[in-house]
T-cell receptor
Framework: QKEVEQNSGPLSVPEGAIASLNCTYS??????FFWYRQYSGKSPELIMS????GDKEDGRFTAQLNKASQYVSLLIRDSQPSDSATYLC????????????FGKGTLLTVNP | GAVVSQHPSRVICKSGTSVKIECRSL??????MFWYRQFPKKSLMLMAT?????????EQGVEKDKFLINHASLTLSTLTVTSAHPEDSSFYIC?????????????FGPGTRLTVL
């Protein structure tokens, strides 16, 4: 059973701080990794994808991947109240049939 | 661009009835669509992968006779929950892919909240 684990939180940070979200996965053969933001009652929105070890930066977001440790993280710099949402980590194991396995998500609250 | 709609957004039905949920890609053609289910405080779980013109591929534990999927055109997939029961109450989300199902080409619909009384 392929699993994706996240701390459910809630994670609370003050406005302007760095929010750090973590995720581990069980399938060592996983190839692609994604972070989604989901507001309450809404569908997920892709915010970052990462495929190789190291860091990938996009604006205030940085995704970090360490395949040896089976660990992927998301850093949000200069956190804003509008960043308050549940962040879902998702992993695709690769192959011809794409299939995303999602974690339960971490609830982030950014306090003004 | 890449907008996916779902209809209805909310539905309440009696136990034993069937409910159809539509997923449409509004401005692109989607050869592959996915159906997910999300229970409260649980992760999004893939139910089935739908390819236009062929039978859907169901994930382990998902009853194909209960959750009927039809992907009759490149812009429309439907999920019918047959003989719905209260345990089927959930948030059903579809996604449509612009490129064969690659995750970074999947766009999610707004979801359908199903409540079975």
């Amino acid at each position: 059973q392929k699993e994706v684990e996240q701390n459910s939180g809630p994670l609370s940070v003050p406005e302007g701080a760095i929010a750090s979200l973590n995720c581990t996965y069980s399938d060592r053969g996983s190839q692609s990794f994604f972070w989604y933001r989901q507001y309450s009652g809404k569908s997920p929105e892709l915010i970052m994808s990462i495929y190789s070890n190291g860091d990938k930066e996009d604006g205030r977001f940085t995704a970090q991947l360490n395949k040896a440790s089976q660990y992927v993280s998301l850093l949000i710099r200069d956190s804003q109240p509008s960043d308050s949402a549940t962040y879902l980590c998702a992993v695709d194991s690769g192959g011809s049939n794409y299939k995303l396995t999602f974690g339960k998500g971490t609830l982030l609250t950014v306090n003004p | 661009g890449a907008v996916v709609s779902q209809h209805p957004s909310r539905v309440i039905c009696k136990s034993g009835t069937s409910v159809k949920i539509e997923c449409r890609s509004l401005d692109f053609q989607a050869t592959t669509m996915f159906w997910y289910r999300q229970f409260p405080k649980k992760s999004l779980m893939l139910m089935a992968t739908s390819n236009e013109g062929s039978k859907a591929t169901y994930e382990q534990g998902v009853e194909k006779d209960k959750f009927l999927i039809n992907h009759a055109s490149l812009t429309l997939s439907t999920l019918t929950v047959t003989s719905a029961h209260p345990e089927d109450s959930s948030f059903y989300i579809c996604s449509a892919s612009t490129s064969g199902g690659r995750p970074d080409t999947q766009y999610f619909g707004p979801g359908t909240r199903l409540t079975v009384l």
